[in-house]
């Protein structure tokens, strides 16, 4: 975040209510948090709010601290009751059910909730040093799974289509390692992903793919979730930073990461192949433009007047890095998800109440075309 408490950006942050910003699993819909609420927003088209519930409405003294959504009509929304986080609770929310509310008394040594993901009936929640696995949202068909210290709530939830089984990625006890879990297996994948603490995770769309940053924020990098190979290392700069969102694609050709440095940058991924040499057939997941072609041309942007420096920073050179880039409001924690309509266009919405729609040429390194600018906070405070 910005240290400057005049800075534009610490001035928007400050004005705004919102606390949390998630978009749906096919980034038509996504919320906004406040202390008070949530609001849920279409996007496809133009950014319209199509919903908003009050947490009085279901708790009396409690504030939201964030939401995730399924789709539109299905929520995930965490509380916290003033006065501490041993009050804390979940509301799972559907258009035509009562709200569900797990509490925090039930789930010992879970503590503060940080992060929660949906998938079907399934919900991942990650707390301070452990997770739970909820099923058909009620508490008695859950699991716990110890992560280690996890204050960020890192957790990410997946279907493995080659299984037809639903797999998760959570941190472990040791500094920088990620374990890979699959329903119905024994044990896990585990993942030495970096030397210094998780700061995000993602896995792709079908499972394959497990994307990491750490605290430093310089270097994301690739992992294959059949045996923790690193497939790709990519690099987001040489200066320190947070990263706050890594979006996969739908066909995991293209990796968006959002910092709070206010830059959203897009590599393109690896082939499938490549990734699971020997994994099955790899037909439906071809990227639409070939990635020797977008990572040739994201390393010739870096030029070839630093090459005599490659026996100095062989690290610096072999990474990746990314193909096109799009500079916002710095300290802002923004989200980030690929437009369905559009395979080379990603959705960012930012806790500042900004929401972006931006192009990018799949082929030709360099800025990303902003195609739409709103401020769906005003939405909010109408």
Known sequence: ???SSSSPAASAEADSPIVHVAFSSGASHFVASTATGFHVFSCDESVER????????????????????????????????????????????????????????????????????????????AGQKMAMLVLRGHIKNSELVATGPNPLGLCALAVDRRAATFMYALPRPEKGAVQVCRSGQLGSVDVRAHASSLSCIALSRD????ATAGSKGTLVRIFSTDD????????????????????????????????????VHVF?????????????DDSDNMPVTPPAAAAAAATAKQGS??????????????????????????????????????????????????????????VNAGEMKELEHERFIKKIKE
């Open 1 to 3: 975040m910005v240290s």
């Open 207 to 210: 499972g394959r793919l497990l």
């Open 268 to 280: 393109p991924v690896a082939s499938v192949n490549k990734a699971t040499e020997g994994g099955g």
């Open 228 to 263: 923790g190979t690193m497939v790709q290392e990519l690099r987001r700069g040489i200066d320190r930073a947070d990263i706050h969102c890594i979006a996969f694609s739908l066909e995991s050709q293209w990796l968006a990461v959002s910092s709070d440095k206010g830059t």
């Open 50 to 125: 199509v919903r908003y519930k009050s947490i009085a409405d279901v708790s009396d003294g409690a504030e939201v601290t964030s939401a995730e959504m399924l789709t539109w009509s299905r929520l995930a929304v965490v509380t916290r009751e003033t006065g501490g986080a041993e009050h804390e609770a979940i509301y799972f929310f559907d258009e035509s059910k009562k709200a569900i509310r797990i509490s925090s008394d039930k789930t010992p040594g879970l503590g503060v909730v940080g992060g929660i993901r949906l998938l079907g009936d399934r919900a991942l929640i």
């Open 305 to 362: 007047s630093l090459s005599f420096l490659k026996g100095y920073l062989p690290s610096y050179f072999s990474s990746e890095w990314s193909l096109a880039q799009v500079r916002l409001r710095e300290g802002v924690d923004y989200t980030v998800e690929f437009w369905r309509h559009h395979p080379n266009t990603i959705l960012i919405a930012g806790t500042d109440g900004s929401f972006y729609r931006c192009r990018f040429d799949p």
